[in-house]
């Protein structure tokens, strides 16, 4: 300082700033600030007011109006850029497997609000062939949504949204039961059936390896109330004798 010594400023400020919410090429939301303006609430120093002439505190206000914007308002676009950053990736491909993929784009241009910003986004999803798979685009009512809850971040998912993954996902179910792959299961054998189910023992081959056929046979169903929501599996277990020398043998098909 003028003095000779250090000088400690503590400065209070308001800062106030726009952000704008727009769409780039790719209809990405994008915020970006304008209009960032500082107002000095109070600047103490350690120096006693009688050291400070009448004119340097002047020239010190001046000098932090200059300066603090260049200091503070960055701030600002730092946040945004971060914010920026998580909505560009609402673009990027979402691998489902072996099954397609799935990526969001933005169905309406966004709703904010004091307290919330509303994103209504479209789901499109590819089966591995490259086809879309169609989805209805009706949305619900406002109204209808859950209240939002303070300090969260609210992913609301339909159910045709669901119905149409799990459709997709559909082939995935398909699998071949066999020893070793249900933990806790009793050893795969036509003696276990037997012994499970007595009347049908008469009818079963010796004791042999056994095979169950998990297929799916109708898409899966999703029903979503204020209540619950379920998701029902619709498939066939064919149960099969699979010797070690011969071609597997059906035996009998549960639907489940």
Partial sequence: SFTGRNMEIKVAANLTANSRLSQDALGIPKFSSENCRI????VKTN????????????????????????????AVDAVLNLVNAKLTTMTSEISLGTAGTLRYALLN?????????????????????????????????????????????????S????SAELRLMQASFNLDIRDNMVLG??????????ALIPKISRALPPSQPLVIAMR????????????AGFVRFFSTAEFL?????????SLFVLDV
Wanted: net charge negative; hydrophobic share 40%.
């Fill in 216 to 227: 799916e046979a109708e898409p899966p169903l999703v029903t979503i109330t204020p209540e």
């Fill in 47 to 74: 120096l006693p007011s009688s050291l400070l002439p009448k004119v340097m505190s002047k020239f010190l206000d001046s000098t932090l109006q200059k300066v603090l914007p260049r200091l503070l308002c960055p």
């Fill in 159 to 162: 159910a045709n949204f669901l």
């Fill in 39 to 42: 107002t000095l609430v109070s």
């Fill in 241 to 249: 004798v699979s010797p070690s020398d011969s071609a597997p043998e």
């Fill in 185 to 194: 299961l009793l050893p795969l054998v036509t003696s276990m059936l037997g």
């Fill in 109 to 157: 241009p966004p709703t904010i609000s004091e307290t919330f910003i509303q994103l209504d986004l479209k789901t499109i999803l590819h089966q591995k062939e490259g086809d879309e798979i169609h989805l209805p685009t009706d949305q619900p009512p406002l109204t209808s949504l859950p209240p939002k809850k303070e300090a969260a971040t609210q992913l609301i998912l």
